[in-house]
């Protein structure tokens, strides 16, 4: 009978166990969607600052009276001239 009792304690506590870890669980997996959604917010940050800063740096590139300037006009052009020919290309 006492053997009996054990078990149904040990039974009662291994329950308990059980439904604290499952707690803890669903606290720990709220935890971390939180925590997905912060760096998903923080990446598109990131990039955002990325691209405003190769916005900067272009709009300096072209403000400058140097040599710079002329790269970078020489590049744009190039880009645009590569961007025509797939135009071309596509109305093919």
Not at 5 to 26: G, K, P, W
Not at 55 to 67: E, F, G, K, R, V
Not at 78 to 92: C, E, G, N, P, Q
Request: negative net charge.
């Amino acid at each position: 009978m006492e053997y009996l009792q054990q078990i149904e304690q040990n039974v009662s506590r291994l329950v308990e166990a059980y439904e604290q870890a499952r707690r803890d669980n669903d606290a720990l997996l709220q935890q971390l969607q939180q925590k997905d959604e912060e760096l998903f917010n923080l990446r598109s940050e990131v990039k955002q600052v990325q691209a405003d800063l190769r916005n900067l740096q272009i709009a300096h590139a072209l403000t400058l009276d140097s040599p710079q300037r002329t790269k970078a006009k020489n590049h744009i052009r190039s880009l645009i001239a590569d961007i025509d020919r797939t135009i071309d290309v596509l109305k093919r």
